[in-house]
């Protein structure tokens, strides 16, 4: 499970989430366009919802449906009704790609490194949505950064989770005033359904043994279970933590990561060749390459603690 180096971290975990987990993105997505819409129609009011204020010139007068298109499938979206005169979202469903994908941009950011008035800001600015206070910002930060952490916390009960994935990915982030960078580790599984699942993420100053052993055994603790296969790079401190937090699953170097490293080693003008020459190996039937012997890194490793 590698990032594509095309992309950023806040890409590919969009991406993740989308094909992982599509009801978590249209919950979250349905969350942060009717918080927008609901805010915008406040402003027109010129006083929130219920509030009572002299400075008010409409008032709400319930919602109408109509369903949007994502990438991530159809979402019911509940769109404010005025008393007097009318409302549309123009910014959403006159733009609905720019939007759509401006929202699950900030959804996935959000879920990476939680949620941010910054941010939220940043993505009205983007929109083209005016006329929307700092409270107002500030509340949808915290519906949001609400719903991000219920997921992350979630109780792991969709198991057994046969298979899981282990990566870390490094993100820039602002702390302090200066620009440094963090390790977010992520673990993806596939549950009892044959689903693939995001199972949980973390953000660490540095990718260690120390940070894989606390995020394995926070998933333990949700309640992964199940395990037979974990595939990861070598990390020594990774593969450590998974021996002592998931006693009995074997674990697989991940591919990926070592073609990566293998071409490290190789020419620039013989990688594409190298490349190729390693893709046939794995693409064998089984382990046994030109004799009845495996060879010595063919097969999983069972790992004990």
């Not at 109509?66 to 005169?85: F, V, Y």
């Amino acid at each position: 499970m590698a990032a594509d180096n095309s992309v950023t971290p806040g890409q590919w975990l969009a991406k993740q989430i989308e094909t992982g987990d599509p009801d978590l993105l249209r919950s979250m997505v349905k969350t942060m366009a009717e918080s927008l819409m609901s805010a915008e129609a406040d402003s027109l009011c010129g006083a929130g919802y219920g509030e009572r204020s002299e400075e008010r010139t409409n008032r709400r007068n319930g919602y109408r449906t109509r369903d949007w298109d994502t990438r991530a499938g159809s979402i019911e979206l509940a769109i404010p009704k005025l008393r007097s005169g009318s409302y549309f979202p123009d910014w959403l469903l006159e733009r609905r790609r720019r939007a759509e994908q401006a929202l699950i941009s900030v959804v996935a950011t959000s879920y990476l490194l939680g949620v941010s008035t910054r941010r939220v800001d940043k993505l009205i600015e983007q929109l083209g949505i005016k006329h929307i206070s700092k409270s107002q910002v500030s509340q949808m930060a915290k519906t949001l950064d609400a719903q991000v952490e219920a997921f992350r916390t979630r109780a792991l009960d969709a198991g057994p989770y046969t298979f899981v994935w282990l990566d870390a990915l490094t993100q820039k982030v602002r702390e302090g005033g200066r620009i440094i960078n963090v390790h977010v580790l992520v673990a993806t599984g596939v549950n009892a359904d044959g689903r693939r699942e995001i199972l949980g993420l973390q953000v660490t100053s540095a990718e260690d043994g120390a940070g894989w052993l606390a995020f394995l055994r926070d998933l333990v603790a949700r309640g992964l279970s199940g395990v037979q296969l974990v595939i990861s790079d070598c990390h020594a401190g990774l593969v450590a933590a998974i021996g002592a937090t998931l006693a009995g699953a074997c674990w697989q170097r991940c591919r990926s990561h070592y073609l990566r490293n293998l071409l490290t080693c190789v020419s620039k003008s013989a990688q594409p060749f190298v490349a190729t020459l390693v893709r046939t190996i794995f693409d064998q039937p089984d382990a046994v390459i030109g004799s009845d012997t495996p060879t010595q890194n063919s097969l999983p490793q069972t790992l004990t603690a």
